[in-house]
């Protein structure tokens, strides 16, 4: 996760719209895709950004609200879509509840989208951080962007060509024995 960019380095467009259509391509439960992305390419749209998410109070504590990179990528997901997909005969919830739902797949979906991009733009030498927005700032940044009111934000993902020094965190990635376990949760992997 690059956390510093060089502003002065565009990202050339056709490389966005690769990011976005790779993540485009990510699975969805029902094939629903209940998701929503909003690019911002250009440094007015990225200050917008940061002045419509900056909380009051912490505004030195929040990524969102700092982050200059040439790209911002908002992920949203749209619950709807997911329970209008799912009411359908062929899947048998006619109430549109969300009750039976084990977990939220329409942000699930919308997070394997956003992995999907921040592995494109790694793979062609970019760098990225997928980050939260505060959120005491939403209501703003919708009303800043004019997201309408089924896609919730979230979090966002940042673009560009890396500005950091490179840094090993190897000793800090836990192992495969304290994270994985085979057939029961008590035996951790060899």
């Known amino acids: 996760m690059v956390r510093s960019y060089d502003v002065n380095r565009p990202v050339p467009a056709g490389l966005v719209d690769r990011i ?5 391509r990510a699975p969805s439960a029902g094939f629903s895709q209940g998701w929503g992305f909003l690019v ?3 440094p007015a749209d990225v200050a917008r950004f940061r002045d419509a998410v900056r909380p009051d109070d912490q505004p030195g504590n929040w990524f969102a609200a700092n982050v200059d990179a040439p790209v911002v990528i908002v992920a949203h997901s749209n619950k709807d879509a997911y329970l209008d997909r799912y009411a359908q005969p062929a899947k048998g919830f006619t109430d549109r509840s969300d009750a039976w739902w084990p977990a939220p797949y329409w942000d699930i979906d919308t997070g394997f989208a956003s992995l999907l991009m921040l592995l494109t733009a790694v793979d062609a030498g970019l760098g990225a951080c997928f980050f939260g927005i505060p959120a ?3 209501d703003a940044y919708r009303a800043a962007f004019g997201v309408p009111a089924q896609f919730a934000p979230i979090g966002a993902i940042s673009v ?4 950091e020094p490179a840094r090993d965190l190897s000793s800090r990635r836990k192992s495969a024995a304290e994270t994985v376990h085979r057939g029961r949760w008590s035996q951790p992997a060899p």
């Open 160 to 163: 560009g060509y890396s500005d």
């Open 136 to 138: 005491g700032r939403i």
């Open 40 to 42: 911002l390419d250009t």
């Open 20 to 24: 976005v259509g790779n993540g485009l």
